[in-house]
């Protein structure tokens, strides 16, 4: 969902018209921020290169600069994978005046969210390595003995949440069954029931299909996070079991929503197949930079923001009179809402053991934004000039499936959720965080404010959506 990150607007289910809602502000916002001091990280290179990257568009995308911390004119050699990425380090290296130490506790006092080492350095190279604008392996040895304490809560908290293969619903318990000889009568009652489904409620669906349709993205996304990835494929450890079993249940969201698509015979399945195979080759940047403090967090977004948008399109389709569709939508919010309180609780217990580390975690994620898990999607054909993403957005936020103000909710819930305003005892670092991120609450809750008051101004345009064999769309620009 973050359009400045990579050239174009994520969830997995979800229409984050937040980011189209705030990313000229916030580009604006990042350039100035001479307050963001890479959220107090300890690690001196960190330090010195973070203002600089706290745009999005730092370093050109696809770049990977390592920085080698003993030399900081061999980091500015490393570092020119072009010219401009090396004028960019070297620049900010200079303006902080900082020289990077050989073993990474530089002049922090370690209550930092990158704590005083760098695991770079366990994974054979000298540095932080940049890609696309972050710091990747950033998460302390201390930090990750925290995740790696944490295996009896997986195993008896939070495990227990997802449920028995046996006992769970399947797609096939909503849809006609295919070996039945009643099969194409019950075909004949589902198109029948659809056609009360206008155009932008088929639109808003249908991003959520392909959304949900990405997941072999969202597996990937966790297996990059330190400390709690599936080493194997098959590891039995607690971390390693969760990623599996949250896959398998996330993998019947995509596959009801496409079959009922496709019996519906109200959208042009073969572009959305081309929607979904485009989405998954892009990929997605959540930008949580194999830190499972941040990764848990975006999650932990992620599903209240899929959960209310399910819910929505849940509550629509029976309103428009396809209650089958209803009962679908609703069955999938489900999921997503044991989802939620499994990544909320996994962090529950980051803020028990580190709250510091938490804390500025949270900011941290709350600063780069929750990008949507389909800010790249691309049909290949939507119109000149236009954004796939951020025209199924506007349709979101038109339908009232999921808007901006909800991205504040979920924001405002979380900070209540874990306490951040009124908690005490912290670190000066977090402290800061702290602050920032109520601010952040305040500033955004302004901007959506004045959005809303601004949206009924703006003209309507007519948007061809392939997804509905281009069938015009008159939808309110965001
Ligand atoms: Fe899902
Ligand atoms: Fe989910």
Known sequence: ????????????????????????????????????????????????????????????????VHLPRKSSRVA???????????????????????????????????????????????????????????????????????????????????????????????PQDFLPDSSSDTFLDEVAELRKRAECLPDSYLVVLVGDMITEEALPTYMAMLNTLDGVRDETGAAPTPWGRWTRQWTSEENRHGDLMNKYCYLTGRVNMRAIEVT???????????????????????????????????GNTASHATQYGDKVLGKICAAIAGDEARHEKAYIKIVDELFKRDPNGAVIAFNDMMKKQIVMPAHLMNDGQHGQG?????????????TRTYTGQDYVNIMKFLIKHWDIETRTGLSSEAQEAQEQVCNLLTRFQKLTDRQARMAGKRKEEDINFSWIFNRPLSVRPM
């Open 386 to 398: 236009r954004n796939l993403f951020k025209d199924f957005s506007a349709v979101a936020q038109a």
């Open 1 to 64: 969902m973050r359009i400045n990150q990579a050239g174009t607007p994520p969830s997995k289910s979800i229409s984050l018209v937040w980011n189209l809602l705030f990313s000229r502000w916030w580009t604006g916002h990042c350039r100035g921020d001479t307050e963001y001091r890479a959220f107090s990280m300890q690690l001196p290179l960190r330090r010195q290169i973070r203002p600089t990257l706290s745009h999005p568009a730092a370093l050109p995308c696809s770049q990977t």
């Open 276 to 310: 979904i195979q485009n989405l998954i080759t892009s990929g997605m940047d959540p930008k949580t930079e194999n830190n499972p403090y941040l990764g848990f967090i975006y999650t932990s977004f992620q599903e209240r923001a899929t959960k209310i948008s399910h």
């Open 76 to 170: 500015a050699q490393a570092a020119a994978v072009t010219e401009q990425a090396a004028r960019d380090v070297a620049a900010t290296q200079h303006s902080n005046g900082h020289q990077s130490t050989a073993n990474g506790t530089g002049n922090g006092n370690g209550n930092g969210y990158g704590g005083g080492h760098q695991t770079s350095a366990k994974h054979g190279r000298e540095g932080p390595i940049i890609l696309n604008g972050q710091i990747l392996h950033n998460i302390s040895s201390e930090r990750l003995d925290v995740i790696h304490s944490m295996d009896d809560v997986l195993e008896n908290n939070i495990l227990p949440i997802l449920k028995d293969t046996n006992k769970i619903w399947q």
